[in-house]
């Protein structure tokens, strides 16, 4: 059974940082993108990053730019998403998901879900 399982989330004070981790079982991501995304409380939910099959592309919302990270490792078949400078409206559950495609992909391409992490910036 594939799984991607989000951590890292909890609470923290603006201009704070975290870390957050989708570590995948069941299968390997090697040639998949590897996106996260975030939903707010009465809001839809919103893209934030993403990384190419091979790294070798990135994009993230321009909300986050400057600020969010997003990198991979093959070993440990996982992403990363490092939050810096973070701000209250960054809060949110956040989500990963992987996409079988070579490069950016579109939502529609995304087959794998995570369960979400919560993310909780304080003012």
């Known amino acids: 059974q594939v799984q991607l399982v989000e951590s890292g989330g909890g609470l923290v004070q603006a201009g704070g940082s975290l870390r957050l981790s989708c570590v995948a079982s069941?299968?390997?991501?090697?040639?998949?993108?590897w996106g996260w995304f975030r939903r707010a409380p009465g809001k839809e939910r919103e893209f934030v990053s993403v990384?190419?099959?091979?790294?070798?592309?990135?994009d993230y919302a321009d909300s986050v730019k400057g600020r969010f990270t997003i990198s991979r490792d093959y070993a440990k078949n996982a992403a990363f998403l490092q939050m810096n400078s973070l701000k209250p409206e960054d809060t949110a559950v956040y989500y990963c998901?992987?996409?079988?495609?070579?490069?950016?992909?579109?939502?529609?391409?995304?087959?794998?879900w995570g369960q979400g992490t919560q993310v909780t910036v304080s003012s």
């Open positions: 990384i190419t099959w091979n790294g070798d592309k990135t």
């Open positions: 069941g299968r390997t991501f090697s040639s998949s993108a």
């Open positions: 998901a992987t996409a079988h495609h070579y490069d950016i992909p579109d939502l529609r391409d995304y087959d794998y």
